[in-house]
């Protein structure tokens, strides 16, 4: 994106890096305006909140077993 915002077209800069124009935008909207160090730690946190998600996931779902194999016992 750097390259693109110092005057660099935006069709050369995808040719040179293999991406689409399509991905190039749709990262500079969700990228745009920050740092590297601040883009790694997006990253990182989505990764850590996909994680939890899917522990929770796993979690309703042990748990709804267990109800169910308990109210068939009564």
């Known amino acids: 994106m750097r390259e693109q915002e110092a005057g660099r077209p935006a ?3 995808c040719r040179k890096h293999g991406i689409s124009s399509a991905t190039f935008y749709k990262w500079k909207a969700k990228f745009g305006g920050m740092d590297v160090s601040d ?3 997006l990253r990182a946190l ?5 994680k ?3 522990l929770l996931a796993e979690a309703m779902l042990d ?3 267990l109800k169910d194999v308990n109210s068939r016992k009564c």
Do not use: G
Request: charged residues 45%.
């Open 52 to 54: 939890l998600k899917k």
């Open 39 to 41: 883009a790694k730690r």
């Open 46 to 50: 989505e990764d850590e909140n996909a």
């Open 63 to 65: 748990n709804a077993i």
């Open 11 to 13: 069709a050369d800069v």
